[in-house]
């Protein structure tokens, strides 16, 4: 159905939102829209201040700050990539392309989940280990 493949269509763009890639991934204009709901929705559930998304897409470290760390976790748990703190990486995996997971699975996997004090502080240290690993590459919408 529409709704269904929207729906559909909407996890796998909120996926492509949290993980390791060279660069936003190329979206056509139904794609865009819906990135552009998830992270609007993320950023009003958690109050960041996208500056710091930003901060980080120009090369910065993932900063120690809890609304970063909420708006991390709104995505990885919008994207069906996290649930009760802990990091599907099989699902990730899933929604990357070919190139991107050859380039990346043997860190996410070793990076796994990284447990923290709450939920999301877990999607923090994990997106923080898959960051310093392949930094270059990181890229959060």
Not at 26 to 40: C, G, T
Not at 52 to 70: F, H, I, Y
Request: charged letters at 25%; aromatic letters at 4%.
């Amino acid at each position: 159905s529409p709704t269904m493949e929207r729906l559909q269509r909407f996890t796998i763009v909120a996926a492509m939102m949290a993980v390791v890639t060279a660069a936003p991934p190329p979206m056509d204009e139904d794609m865009a829209e819906l990135a552009a709901m998830v992270r609007s929705s993320c950023a009003a559930e958690s109050s960041v201040d996208l500056a710091l998304v930003e901060k980080v897409n120009a090369g910065t470290s993932l900063m120690d700050n809890g609304a970063l760390k909420c708006y991390i976790k709104c995505v990885m748990e919008t994207a069906g990539m996290m649930s009760d703190g802990v990091v599907d990486v099989d699902a990730v995996l899933g929604l990357l392309d070919d190139k991107t997971r050859a380039h990346n699975e043997a860190a996410l996997r070793a990076c796994g989940t990284k447990k923290g004090a709450d939920d999301c502080d877990t999607a923090w240290q994990t997106q923080k280990c898959w960051q310093d690993a392949n930094p270059n590459d990181y890229y959060l919408i």
